[in-house]
C-alpha cells in the first residue's frame, strides 16, 4: 500500500497542491479546483445534459472533496479520486432528477417540455458538421456508455483509471466502449452521416 | 458472413488502439484484406474515433473557482484516518473472539459445552453436567452471552474511565464512512 502511495504520488502532477490543500493552504486549494473543474463541469454536463445543474453538481463535488481531503492518502491518482467522486455524484444526481422527471410526468407534463436538449455553444456552430452530429448521437446513448466514453475521450482516463473509478473489471470497460462505439457506427448509418 | 461475426468483437477495439500490427488481431487483419463490408465498417469506426477524439469540452463558467471556495467557506473537513488505538482495537478483538467461542461452544441439553472440532466421544477435563431444561440451558447461555457482551462494550467504551471522545468520535466517522462505502458500492 505504502509502494502505491508512493508511485502514485511520483506520477501525479497534482500531488504537491494536494498536500498543501490538506494542510488548509486556501490558496492551493482553489488553485487545485481551478486545475481541475474543467473536468468535473464537463462529466457533469455529458451526463446531466444541463449547464445549470453541472454547475451545481460541480460545486457539490468540491465541497466533499474538501471534506474528506484529510482522508485522501494518495493511493491513486487525486484526478481518478475526483472522478470517482463526480462520478458518483453525477449518478445520484441523474437518478435523482429522473424520479423528479417520472412525478411530473404522471402529473401530465410532456417529454418534449421537460426534456428539451440544451445546447452548448460548440453544437450551434457545428451544428451541420459531421462530428457535431455524431456527437449528438452520443448524447441518445444510454448513461453507462455515455458516461465511459467521456472518461476515455474527454477527460482521458485510460482504461486502467476507468475500471477504478467505475468500480468495474477491465474488461467490462473495454467491452462499454466498444459497444458504444460499434452503436455509434451503427447509428451513423441510420442517420446518413455518410 | 460468419467470419464477419466472430471478428466484429475485435473490429472496434483494433481500430481504437490505431490498427497495429500484433499477433492478437493478425487473423483480423487478413480478414478484412478480403472482406468489404468489414473494411466498410473499419472505415465507419475510424470516423466514428476520429469524431470521438474531437468532441468539445464546455468551457466552465466565469467564476466558478470563487463560487465553489465560497460555499467551502461553512464546511469543515473530516479528521484524517488514523490507525485504531489499542484502548478501542483490543478490548473489540476480545469481544470478537469472546462472541466466536459462545458461538462455537453453543449448549446441548444435558452435556457441557460440545466443541465441535472434537472427536463425539473425546473426553473434556471442563465437562459439568448442565441442566436437562433446554429452555432453562438456553436462556443461561444467551445470559452468558449477553455479560460477555456487555463486558467487552464497556471495557471498548469505558476502558476504566471516561469515554476519550475523540476516540470515539473517530470510531463513529469511520463507521459511518464505511456505511456510505457500503451503500454507494450496493447503489451500483
Known amino acids: 500500500m505504502a509502494l502505491e502511495s508512493w508511485t502514485a504520488s511520483l506520477s501525479d502532477p497534482l500531488a504537491d497542491l494536494v498536500s498543501r490543500a490538506q494542510r488548509g493552504d486556501r490558496a492551493a486549494l482553489g488553485e487545485l479546483i481551478a486545475q481541475t473543474q474543467g473536468r468535473v463541469y464537463n462529466l457533469a454536463y455529458r451526463i446531466l445534459g444541463n449547464p445549470q445543474e453541472a454547475e451545481d453538481l460541480t460545486q457539490e463535488v468540491y465541497v466533499r472533496v474538501w471534506r474528506a481531503l484529510p482522508r485522501f492518502r494518495g493511493e491513486s491518482k487525486f ?34 417540455e421537460i426534456a428539451a436538449p440544451e445546447e452548448g455553444p460548440a453544437q450551434e456552430a457545428l451544428h451541420h458538421d459531421e462530428h457535431a452530429r455524431l456527437w449528438e448521437l452520443v448524447e441518445r446513448l444510454p448513461d453507462k456508455y455515455r458516461l465511459v466514453l467521456a472518461l476515455f475521450y474527454q477527460q482521458q482516463l485510460s482504461y486502467q483509471e476507468i475500471a477504478q473509478v467505475l468500480a468495474l473489471p477491465l474488461g467490462t470497460v473495454k467491452a462499454h466502449l466498444n459497444r458504444a462505439r460499434n452503436a455509434l457506427a451503427a447509428n451513423m448509418k441510420k442517420v446518413g452521416i455518410r | 458472413m460468419t467470419d464477419c461475426k466472430a471478428h466484429e468483437a475485435l473490429l472496434a477495439q483494433y481500430v481504437a488502439d490505431g490498427q497495429p500490427p500484433l499477433r492478437e488481431y493478425q487473423a483480423l487483419r487478413r480478414h478484412l484484406a478480403t472482406c468489404e463490408d468489414c473494411r466498410a465498417a473499419a472505415h465507419a469506426l475510424q470516423r466514428v474515433e476520429q469524431a470521438l477524439w474531437a468532441w468539445p469540452l464546455y468551457p466552465a463558467p466565469t467564476g466558478l473557482v470563487e463560487r465553489t471556495l465560497a460555499n467551502i467557506d461553512g464546511e469543515t473537513p473530516m479528521e484524517p484516518w488514523k490507525p485504531l488505538p489499542w484502548s478501542v482495537w483490543l478490548p473489540a478483538l476480545t469481544l470478537l473472539v469472546a462472541l ?16 465441535p472440532w472434537l472427536e463425539p466421544q473425546a473426553e473434556l477435563a471442563f465437562q459439568v453436567r448442565l441442566p436437562d431444561d433446554p429452555a432453562l440451558l438456553w436462556a443461561l447461555w444467551i445470559g452468558g452471552a449477553i455479560v460477555v457482551f456487555g463486558a467487552g462494550i464497556t471495557m471498548a467504551l469505558v476502558q476504566g474511565r471516561l469515554p476519550n471522545e475523540t476516540e470515539m468520535d473517530h470510531l463513529r466517522h469511520m463507521l459511518s464512512d464505511t456505511a456510505q462505502r457500503l451503500w454507494r458500492l450496493a447503489g451500483r
Open chain 1, 79 to 112: 484526478t481518478t479520486w475526483l472522478h470517482t467522486v463526480a462520478t458518483n455524484a453525477c449518478l445520484n444526481r441523474k437518478r435523482k432528477l429522473r424520479r423528479q422527471l417520472d412525478a411530473q410526468l404522471d402529473a401530465g407534463e410532456r417529454l418534449e
Open chain 2, 100 to 115: 466466536a467461542l459462545a458461538l462455537l461452544l453453543a449448549p446441548e441439553p444435558g452435556l457441557a459445552p460440545a466443541v
